[in-house]
């Protein structure tokens, strides 16, 4: 009986292994992929889930600035999340960082990159927009007081067709 338990034991726990190897699908997700490679401008079919969690369209965050500092016009990208600020933490870090207000989201378009001054994607509209000169990097501050850095998007776009 003994022997009969350990070859059950050592069976059970081949299956487990080999199981727990094996890619899992939810319902939500849909069958598991490797988005390592995705770029920022993938798009999905409506009403599936993209790698960042929004349902369909545009699943970064973007900012089209054109000023008085970029005449021509750059498109950004999402860099990297600062943190949640009250107004006076803001203040006092946007003056050491020495940034320069240059006006708020005008139009949000999640199903075509930004291309016009002051559009953006998946950032709502009157958000603040401020520039660091030195950087060359824009900082959003959205709903909630959430405080994002923004890079020049160099990337190849992906085509935006899915």
């Not at 939810?26 to 409506?46: K, Y």
């Not at 959205?142 to 405080?147: D, I």
Request: hydrophobic content about 30%; aromatic content about 12%; overall charge negative.
């Amino acid at each position: 009986m003994t022997r009969f338990l350990k070859v059950s034991c050592f069976l059970l726990i081949c299956l487990l292994a080999v199981s727990a190897c094996q890619p899992r699908e939810s319902a939500e997700s849909g069958p598991s992929t490797n988005q390592s490679g995705t770029s920022a401008s993938t798009t999905t079919q409506p009403g599936e889930r993209g790698p960042t969690g929004y349902p369909d369209g545009i699943q970064n965050l973007f900012v089209f600035y054109k000023g008085e500092h970029l005449v021509e016009g750059e498109l950004f990208i999402y860099d990297r999340y600062l943190g949640q600020f009250t107004e006076d933490e803001f203040n006092q870090w946007k003056d050491r960082l020495s940034l320069e207000y240059v006006g708020s989201v005008e139009k949000e378009t999640n199903y075509e990159l930004p291309s016009k001054n002051m559009e953006a994607s998946r950032i709502p509209v009157h958000s603040p927009v401020y520039i660091d000169l030195y950087e060359h990097k824009l900082y959003v501050l959205s709903e909630g007081s959430y405080l994002y850095r923004m890079r020049v998007f160099t990337e190849e776009l992906d085509p935006l067709d899915p």
